[in-house]
């Protein structure tokens, strides 16, 4: 049994893969590889399985030159790279890593949201560029965190961590809308489900936690800004799609809600024009859930899946409902 892991994985995983015999070659990509590169790869050998990540695509075009394929494990929580239609079509088995990351993600949300209110980005910016002469009063004055309603929208693994964190810590009173009504969150803070539009409405920070999919592709848009706080802030950890970038920058430029911090966007490794130029918004390269500890949890796991597949034909954490 062979597999290609498009880019290198943590160690804990290749070595499942070498105590239950199976080979691998690993992509030596300096960046996310192109269809190009992939399909090149793929060529080279007749693999029972592919590692992939949230850059590659797995489509038609790449499921053709690799016709024994058994199990794309992807090493993601989100898995909107893959053509799960095609995929099903083919009965390939299909996997992603749940629950790896929440707590990453959901501290790394937490960051964002206090950077925006304590205005500490901004502040370190004004001191590295030496314009800091001296105590002022009214110097970057910000907004507290306690006392704010969060408006969530999403509130599965990460959306429960990010309540638990606010609602403990700041006593934040938690709006949530969500295709599920989260019983746990809702008896451990109090949080209410209610409609999108309320959220909108009344949250002073809305933090996206919902999977790219086509009924949440911008769903943040120049009407659903519209009707948000002029005072609100903006955070997206979720996938960069749920955003209309363009929308969002015209808002922000108009004041029209306060601030925002991305560590998602949705052409990435691209922004949108004008993103980087504005003072009200915080940019994370996509490293929310970039800690050792969730890196190893997810190589375990998609690696658990492949060797699930190839020895006994079963998946363990399917995307394929
Ligand atoms: P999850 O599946 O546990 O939660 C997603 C929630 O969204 C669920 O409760 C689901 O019911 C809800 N949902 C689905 N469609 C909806 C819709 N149309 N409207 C409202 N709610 C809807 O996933 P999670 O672990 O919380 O992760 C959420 C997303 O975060 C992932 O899909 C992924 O794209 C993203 N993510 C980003 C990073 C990062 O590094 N920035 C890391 C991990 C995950």
Known sequence: MHIFITRKIPDVGLKILDENNISYDIGNFKKPPTKKDLIKSLKKKNYDGIITFLTDT?????????????????????????????????????SNTPGTSSIAVAEHTVALMMSLTTRLVEGD????????????????????????????????????EVAKILNKGF??????????????????????????????????????????????????????????????????????GVINEKDLVNALKNKIIRGAALDVFEYEPKLCSGLNKLSNVILTPHIASSRASARNQMAEIVVKNVVSVLKEGKVINSVIK
């Open 58 to 94: 797995i489509d038609k075009e790449i499921l053709d030159v690799c016709p024994n394929i058994k199990i794309i494990a992807n090493f993601s929580v989100g898995f909107n790279n893959l053509d799960i239609e095609e995929l099903k079509k083919r009965g390939i088995m299909t």
């Open 125 to 160: 910016r004004f001191v590295r560029s030496g314009k800091y002469k001296g105590w002022d009063p009214e110097l970057l004055v910000g907004t507290d965190m306690k006392g704010k309603i969060i408006g969530l929208i999403g509130c599965g693994e990460i959306g429960t």
């Open 171 to 240: 006593g934040s009173k938690i709006l949530y809308y969500d295709i599920v009504k989260n019983n746990k969150i809702e008896e451990e803070t109090k949080a209410e489900l209610k409609e999108i539009d309320e959220i909108f409405k009344t949250a002073d920070i809305i933090s996206l936690h919902v999977p790219l999919l086509p009924s949440t592709t911008h769903l943040i848009n120049k009407d659903t800004l519209s009707t948000m706080k002029s005072s609100a802030f903006l955070i997206n950890t979720s996938r960069g």
